[in-house]
């Protein structure tokens, strides 16, 4: 057995480390790239979302290196996700592969456990060892999706203090390799430390106030760079400081309803849109006004074209939230179409805003930059965040 799954950004280090450790050898697509995306376009339904047409790219390339069994995650709701892993398959039995099959991942509840179901199908047969295997396959899931968060939280915090460009970049790369191959529970309890002290020796300017910016929106625009234009990097490079809190992690933990602050989002929502339409739109409404009452700059939505759910938060952000919160938001709608010269223009504009924007507040405020940095209120974010946020403002 030769299994793979689709490109979802960094997330590709834990599913791999799931599969793997049930018994089962690993081949991983290509990064997501042009060939993929025209490969999805050319076979998907014209509109249907992007993810779609990214993922399909992906389990093509897939089993064009060899893969037998390819694994998709489906939901349920009035999201069309829930319907990804059956179209998918049978596209890519009508494109001429036959001999596959395809697992879906059903995270509709996991607290039911019917994910289980998914791991003994690519578990050994041999029933003395398969428990035994899930249970080590599912705690080092965890620990690295984990992990991965931690990373990608302080990416977007040292990144807008950098002396030398490209530094954030590298340190990310090098701890995303160094964990792939930590398989150890005894390395993964330290890996914590091991991205703390990474990062704390980069060279980096304690000096700068940069912009604040909170980015949310559909989990696979936001996580997958190809698909995004690379904006966290392309943000961070400007120097802006920004704070995404959703994550393969962050999704998992929701799904055991565990997720302490999808639950304070969905209460900050829910006086604006009561329930569940699909997408993130509940909690992409939550964000909004959680960032804005942090004392943010700006906030970034991003979404796939077409995609109902997150088109209904922005429309609730447009009309209504924008002029209760008085929070600046740029909306960034992904297709195959996307060019990257458009949307750094754009970019750049708004960030050109936000620099306007905080000046004249600070001057009608007659406050100096250090008491700007503490508009923050000091709960915000979770603990890592706050460390991260110490640091970089401890001269």
């Known amino acids: 057995m030769l299994a793979s799954f689709p490109n979802m950004g960094l997330s590709r280090v834990a599913f791999k480390t799931l599969v793997e450790c049930m018994g089962v ?36 390339n897939a089993l064009d290196k060899g893969a037998d069994t390819l694994i998709m995650a489906i939901d349920c709701g009035p999201c069309r996700f829930g319907f990804y892993a059956s179209v998918q398959e049978r596209l890519l039995k009508e494109m001429g592969y036959k001999n596959f099959r ?18 003994f199908k690519i578990g050994p ?27 990608q939280t302080a990416e ?35 890996f914590r430390n091991v991205i703390k002290d990474t990062f704390n020796n980069m060279d980096i300017d304690k000096t700068r106030n940069p ?24 943000l961070g490079e400007m120097g802006v400081l920004i704070n995404q809190s959703i994550s393969l992690y962050d999704w998992i933990v929701h799904k055991f309803h565990l997720n302490y602050h999808r639950k304070w989002l ?17 909690w992409v409404i939550g964000e909004y006004i959680d960032t804005a009452t942090a004392g943010f700059d700006g906030f970034v939505h991003q979404y796939p074209f077409t995609c109902m759910p997150e088109v209904t938060a922005r429309t609730i952000i447009t009309n209504h ?12 709608s992904f297709d195959e179409q996307s060019g990257s010269e458009g949307f750094r223009t754009r970019l750049e504009a708004f960030v050109d805003l936000l620099h306007a924007r905080r000046d004249k507040k600070i001057e009608d405020q007659k406050i100096s930059i250090d008491a700007y940095k503490k508009i923050a209120y000091d709960h915000y974010g979770n603990n890592f965040y706050n460390e991260c946020v110490q640091f970089v403002q401890t001269k």
């Open 321 to 332: 939230l924008q002029k209760i919160y008085d929070l600046p938001v740029i909306y960034f």
């Open 266 to 282: 969905e209460h900050l929502a829910r006086p604006h849109l009561p329930m569940d339409i699909g997408g993130e739109a509940v």
């Open 211 to 234: 912009l604040r910016v909170g980015i949310s929106g559909e989990i696979h625009i936001s996580l997958e760079p190809y698909v995004n234009l690379d904006i966290r990097r392309k």
């Open 25 to 60: 050898d690993v081949v991983l697509p290509d990064p997501t790239n042009r060939e993929a995306i025209k490969i999805g376009v050319k076979y998907s339904p014209e509109f249907v979302c992007f993810p779609f047409k990214a993922t399909l790219g992906d389990l093509k």
């Open 125 to 151: 047969s041999n029933r003395l060892t398969l428990y035994t295997k899930a249970l080590k396959a599912v705690r080092f899931f965890l620990k690295k999706a984990k992990h991965l968060e931690d990373i």
């Open 156 to 190: 977007g915090i040292f990144r807008a203090y950098e002396r030398n460009q490209g530094d954030t970049t590298r340190v990310v790369n090098k701890l995303v390799k160094q964990l792939d191959e930590t398989n150890t529970i005894q390395g993964l309890r330290a």
């Open 102 to 119: 395809l697992i879906p991942l059903d995270q509709a509840d996991l607290l039911s456990f019917r994910w289980l179901r998914l791991i």
